[in-house]
């Protein structure tokens, strides 16, 4: 496509993005609209299939990525967008890389509850595709490519966590391993071990 190479680093194609989870906004029925962190459900955001679109475009011209992974922190809504090789896709990638567009937005379906003073509660809240767009409803949110290195370290230890496992599959290996006539050793070993690990993270120890 003339004037848009696409870049040879496999992470200069790919996008950070935030959505803050928590705060207010106004829905279409001009309701003021809060998200709980805690009810997510990210099982399609985090299964590396869902889209990214433009304007919530859900249909193939409006596709210009896929969601690779999101994750929920204290800060808000992380998710890592992949951005496609089609001309639209690059499109779409320089907007974002010269800063032109800046912001996102969610689609999700959600249970919504009328609090006391009048405002939604979304308790469950399960997003399917994440959008970039020109106007948000939330000025907050952010997309940034190529990624922060701060933001990509998050997810590299991420995935990595996921590939070795978590302390309870730890557990169960270890256990298995015992009923099946190996040491009980071994399953002392794994507790003490975990244990150091959780000990070293709490006091931000590098693991």
Known sequence: MPGVVRPGDSNSWRAALFVPVGTQILDDCGSWLSYA???????????GTAPLVLDHALYADGLVGVIEEAWIDVEGLHAVARFGSTARCMDAWQLVADGLLQHVSIGCVAAKERQPDGSLLASYWRPYEISLVVMPRNWQTKVTSPPPAKFMEAWRRRVAARAAGTPASWRQWAKRLAQDGGSRDLVDAVDVEL?????????GIEV
């Not at 959780?198 to 006091?203: F, G, K, S, T, V």
């Open 37 to 47: 962190p805690e009810g997510a459900d990210l099982s399609l955001l985090a299964g």
């Open 195 to 203: 244990a150091r690990l959780a000990a070293e993270a709490l006091r």
